[in-house]
Each structure stands twice: as structure tokens, then as C-alpha cells.
């Protein structure tokens, strides 16, 4: 039998290995803001061009103190907001279009938005005529209210959780660890705290089918316990239950971040 063995890599190979490594774009799909909306997954990473819309003010979260700029971009297919971590927030201005690869897709209450990654490459570029066209809305006045969405559906499709959390007791976060330990964490101030001495409350993350679509809605206590004065000594599952039982059912919410302003129901 003859072997044949394979040449070792010489220098000359190794010095320009990198002009054959394959790009980020190569690696990951561009996809356009109703793509990532309509068929990305939750994870998965992509590449996305868009002008940036507006950018909030930078905040310090976690116990590493990573600095975080909320954002909004747009494409010419919608807006979608885009979570700036860590040096990168340093990279955007508002009014100039880019191109950020890989980037992730995330989701919450439903709602898809993407986050930059540590492997993430924020790159201006100018080629995009449609992007760099795209008009940047006026700034929405303190006070005024999101848009509300009003549905009328004759019960509830399903409840995707029904979910218990406290909250902080220096700055009122939603902490997100177990509310059956004795001691809790804010990640925001790194600062421990005893449970019991944390105010604890809770929403229902419900889903109702809206023409062909299903949409996922967050209700939080205090809408809950209009139509469930008892709610304080149900058990989840309980409340999920009467939830589901619900019929002729009108639901007033916010279309910005899908949470349930008013509900009621004939049953």
C-alpha cells in the first residue's frame, strides 16, 4: 500500500492563509428588516445594512458595567431596534447608513431586534442610495402616548407563560433569577439583597390569532387584576386556566412593545 502524505504549510502559506478566510458577510445572510421579522430565528446571526434612526442615551448594565445604546434603524422595507454593546456604541451616528456583520437576532414579547455581538464589524459605507435617502423622523414629544391597537377575538389562542418575578429594591429592575431563592442579585448594581424584602409581581405572556396571524402579548398585574380580582392568591397554572376560559374577549394594547393596556371580556 502507498501512502501519500499530505506537504507541510510553508511560511510563504501561512503569511497569506487570511486573503482565503471567508468574510462575515460570506458567513451570514444579509437579510432585510421584514426578513429577520417574518422568517429569522431567535440566535441566529445575520448580516444587516440600515441607516440609524435614533440613538438613546447610553446606559452601564450588568455586574461588568458593559455600556449599551439602544437604537432604531431602517431599511426600506421598516424599522427594527438594534442594541449597541460595549465599544461599539462609539461607532454610529444618527442620519449615516451602515453595514454590521454578524449581528444576532434576538427576540422579546415577540418582537424582533437584533444585538451586536463581540465579534461584530460596524462598517459606514456610502454605496446605498435607497438607505441614505430614507427620511429620519421627528422625535416623538414627552408625554405623548405609543398607538394603541385594539382586537376583538372570541378567546385567547393559547398562554405562552405565565411568569413571577421581583424587583429590585434599590431601583425598582425586574431582577430575573428564581424568586424561590432565599437571596437575589441586581445585576444593574452588582448589589445582593434578601428575596422576601424584594416586591414581587407578575404578567402573562398570552398569544391571540389575529386574521392569519398570531401575536404575543405581555399582561402585566395590574391589568390582570381588573379581571381577576383574586389574582393574589392564584396559582399560575390557575390563572392560565381562567385565562384560556375567557370568551368574547377585547384587548387594548400598546403597538410599540405589545403590552396589554386594558382587557375585558363577557365571561
Known amino acids: 500500500m502507498t501512502t501519500i502524505s499530505q506537504p507541510l504549510p510553508t511560511r510563504a502559506d501561512k503569511e497569506y492563509e487570511f486573503q ?12 432585510t428588516v421584514e426578513q429577520i421579522k417574518q422568517s ?7 448580516t444587516f445594512f440600515g441607516k440609524a434612526l435614533h440613538l438613546a442615551e447610553p446606559t452601564v448594565v450588568g455586574a461588568k458595567n458593559l455600556k449599551l445604546i439602544e437604537s432604531t434603524f431602517a431599511d426600506t422595507t421598516g424599522q427594527i431596534t438594534v442594541n449597541l ?6 461607532e454610529v451616528e ?3 447608513v451602515y453595514r454590521i456583520a454578524p449581528i444576532q437576532v434576538r427576540s422579546w414579547n415577540g418582537i424582533k431586534k437584533l444585538s451586536t455581538t463581540p465579534n ?12 441614505t435617502n430614507l427620511p429620519i423622523p421627528e422625535p416623538t414629544p414627552d408625554g405623548e402616548q405609543s398607538a394603541n391597537g385594539i382586537l376583538n377575538v372570541p378567546s385567547i389562542h393559547s398562554v405562552h407563560s405565565v411568569e413571577t418575578f421581583v424587583h429590585c429594591i434599590n431601583c425598582g429592575r425586574r431582577l430575573l433569577q428564581a424568586t424561590a431563592a432565599k437571596f437575589i442579585q441586581c445585576q444593574r448594581y452588582s448589589a445582593y439583597m434578601r428575596t422576601a424584602n424584594c416586591s414581587k ?3 402573562a405572556r398570552i398569544v391571540v390569532q389575529s386574521d392569519d396571524t398570531l401575536l404575543h402579548l405581555t399582561a402585566f398585574e395590574d391589568v390582570l387584576k381588573e379581571v381577576f380580582p383574586d389574582l393574589a392568591t392564584m396559582s399560575e397554572a390557575s390563572l392560565a386556566e381562567l385565562i384560556l376560559e375567557m370568551e368574547s374577549v377585547t384587548i387594548t394594547y400598546d403597538t410599540t412593545n405589545r403590552t396589554i393596556k386594558k382587557l375585558s371580556t363577557e365571561k
Not at 454593546?85 to 462609539?90: C, G, I, R, S
Not at 461584530?120 to 438607505?131: G, R, Y
Open 94 to 96: 444618527t442620519g449615516k
Open 201 to 203: 409581581k407578575l404578567c
Open 20 to 31: 482565503f478566510q471567508p468574510s462575515a458577510e460570506s458567513l451570514h445572510p444579509t437579510c
Open 120 to 131: 461584530s464589524v460596524i462598517t459606514s459605507v456610502s454605496d446605498q442610495a435607497e438607505l
Open 40 to 46: 429569522s430565528s431567535d440566535w441566529e446571526l445575520i
Open 85 to 90: 454593546w460595549a465599544e461599539l456604541t462609539q
